[in-house]
T-cell receptor, first 111, second 112 residues
C-alpha cells in the first residue's frame, strides 16, 4: 500500500521527442505527488509537483498528468533535449511526513 | 546562499569502524531526512527528524544512528553493525511534508 511503482526503468528518446514516465500508487491517502530530477553525483532537485485536486500541471516543457481514479500520474517532457538526460524519480507524500519514492527512470536523450 | 551542505563528499571507511556524515542546513527547515541510494536504485529512508531532539526510524535504520541537537544539524553515524554500508548518502530538509524537499550534494561512502 505504501509503494509507488515507476516505469520504465530506462528510456531513450530522440532529441525533440516526448519523454513519458509513469507512476502508480495504491494508497488513496497520498496527497502530494512530486517529480525530482537527479544528475549523476548530485542530489535530486524538485522538478514539478501536483496535488490530487487537479488533473494536469504544466511548467515549461514539463507536464504532470494525474488520474485520481486510476491512481496513476505521469511526467511528460516535451521537445526533449540532451540536457534533460538524468534520472527522474516520482514520489508521493503520506501522513507520516515521509516521501515514498519510485525506483527511478534513467532518461537518455539522443542528439 | 541558503542550502544544505553535506560533508565530506567522499569517505572511505575500514571495516569495523564507525563514521559520521555531516549535514547542515541554513534554510530554517524543521524537518530533516537521511536517505541511502544504491546504484540504479531509488531512495530509501534511514532516519528523519521533524523537530530538535526528536527523530524517527525510517525503513532501513538498522546499523545507523542520528542526533538532532540543533535545528541546523542532523549528523548520521554509520556504525560497524551496518553490514553493507557502501552507498551514496543523501540528506534533505523541508518545512512540512507538503512542500519541497531540498537535498544536499551527497556523500559517497566506500568500505575498504
Amino acid at each position: 500500500q505504501q509503494q509507488v511503482k515507476q516505469s520504465p526503468q530506462s528510456l531513450i528518446v530522440q532529441k525533440g521527442g516526448i519523454s513519458i514516465i509513469n507512476c502508480a500508487y495504491e494508497n488513496t491517502a497520498f496527497d502530494y505527488f512530486p517529480w525530482y530530477q537527479q544528475f549523476p553525483g548530485k542530489g535530486p532537485a524538485l522538478l514539478i509537483a501536483i496535488r490530487p485536486d487537479v488533473s494536469e500541471k504544466k511548467e515549461g516543457r514539463f507536464t504532470i498528468s494525474f488520474n485520481k481514479s486510476a491512481k496513476q500520474f505521469s511526467l511528460h517532457i516535451m521537445d526533449s533535449q540532451p540536457g534533460d538526460s538524468a534520472t527522474y524519480f516520482c514520489a508521493a507524500s503520506n501522513s507520516n511526513y515521509q516521501l515514498i519514492w519510485g525506483a527511478g527512470t534513467k532518461l537518455i536523450i539522443k542528439p | 546562499d541558503g542550502g544544505i551542505t553535506q560533508s565530506p563528499k567522499y569517505l572511505f571507511r575500514k571495516e569495523g569502524q564507525n563514521v559520521t556524515l555531516s549535514c547542515e542546513q541554513n534554510l530554517n527547515h524543521d524537518a530533516m531526512y537521511w536517505y541511502r541510494q544504491d546504484p540504479g536504485q531509488g531512495l530509501r529512508l534511514i532516519y528523519y527528524s521533524q523537530i530538535v531532539n526528536d527523530f524517527q526510524k525510517g525503513d532501513i535504520a538498522e546499523g545507523y544512528s542520528v542526533s538532532r541537537e540543533k535545528k541546523e544539524s542532523f549528523p548520521l553515524t554509520v556504525t560497524s553493525a551496518q553490514k553493507n554500508p557502501t552507498a551514496f548518502y543523501l540528506c534533505a530538509s523541508s518545512t512540512t511534508r507538503r512542500t519541497e524537499a531540498f537535498f544536499g550534494q551527497g556523500t559517497r561512502l566506500t568500505v575498504v
